[in-house]
């Protein structure tokens, strides 16, 4: 970053930790590590050739029409430049706009709710230490009626369960690790887990796959479909892309593989692999 553009960034992030010196508590460097582990480029990122990092634009499509992720860098117009650290973090645990306003479950706060206090920190940090770009924000394009915010306030009431994630004490920490990692910072569910006609995702088959939010297949990732890989063709598939009979990831999952699951520590890849493998098996569904 040029000097010129590091000035009001570095300013502005000075203004945001005496605002609230919890703010000082955040690792940005941490934080650049938990953003990769949660994917977050890839929603955040137009889809094009030189489109700047976290700037927003990328189309989710949904059989509610298309979604566009927004600029999550510290501009303050279009970013959020002027977000508070509670501001984030009522939009982690509660899906909530500084405004007051509901956000869209495409924002996968069903999931980031759980994401630890520590963890949010540094996202916090790292996220408002990216240089800021102005570029609008654009709006989504829902079918009718889906494009009434207040919806999503009746969706929450029905659907979401807020709170922190838990470690569970009769696990190994690998599996509790691999649990977190998967389910909460790493939301995994949001696309291989189905869901109901109102969006909802079907607890009774967590993880296996089925219908994606972009109305392609996603894979199975409980041992039902993964019994015939080995631990070590599983942490290759995450790593490289490449399944143990020669073929290679989707273009979604590509971006998954280049972008998150090869960006883990040894450590959280291996959690991640014991915690897929320690689920219970789940058959797909009838065709």
């Not at 000075?14 to 941490?30: I, M, S």
């Not at 489109?51 to 927003?56: L, N, S, T």
């Not at 790493?186 to 109901?196: D, F, L, Q, V």
């Not at 890989?229 to 942490?235: A, K, M, P, T």
Request: proline share 9%; charged share 20%; aromatic share 10%.
């Amino acid at each position: 970053m040029s000097p010129a553009r590091a000035g009001p960034v570095f300013f502005a992030v000075l203004l945001c930790a005496l605002a609230n010196p919890a703010y000082a508590l955040g690792d940005a460097k941490r934080g650049a590590y938990l953003a990769k582990a949660g994917g977050c480029l890839g929603c955040h990122t137009e889809d094009r050739k030189g489109a700047m990092p976290y700037a927003g634009g990328r189309a989710l499509k949904t059989p509610f029409g298309t979604f566009y992720g927004p600029n999550i860098t510290a501009y303050p117009g279009s970013g959020i430049g002027r977000w508070t650290q509670d501001d984030f973090m009522r939009a982690l645990r509660t899906g909530t706009r500084p405004d007051g306003a509901h956000y869209y479950p495409a924002f996968p706060y069903p999931s980031f709710t759980r994401i630890a206090d520590a963890d949010a920190l540094d996202l916090w940090a790292y996220l408002t230490s990216l240089p800021p770009s102005p570029q609008r924000n654009r709006p989504h394009e829902l079918r009718f009626p889906f494009g009434w915010r207040a919806l999503a306030g009746v969706w929450k009431w029905l659907y979401f369960l807020p709170g922190a994630w838990t470690p569970d004490a009769s696990r190994p920490a690998t599996l509790n690790r691999g649990d977190y990692l998967v389910n909460a910072l790493g939301h995994c569910g949001e696309c291989h887990t189905p869901r109901t006609m109102l969006g909802a995702s079907r607890r009774d088959r967590h993880l296996a796959g089925g219908k994606g939010p972009e109305g392609k297949g996603v894979p199975n990732l409980t041992p039902a479909k993964l019994k015939k890989w080995s631990n070590d063709e599983l942490r290759e598939f995450l790593l490289s892309g490449l399944t143990p009979d020669g073929d290679i990831a989707g273009q979604s999952m590509a971006e998954v593989v280049r972008n998150m699951t090869s960006q883990l520590t040894s450590e959280d890849l291996s959690a991640v692999v014991a915690y897929l493998r320690s689920l219970p098996p789940v058959a797909d569904a009838a065709r």
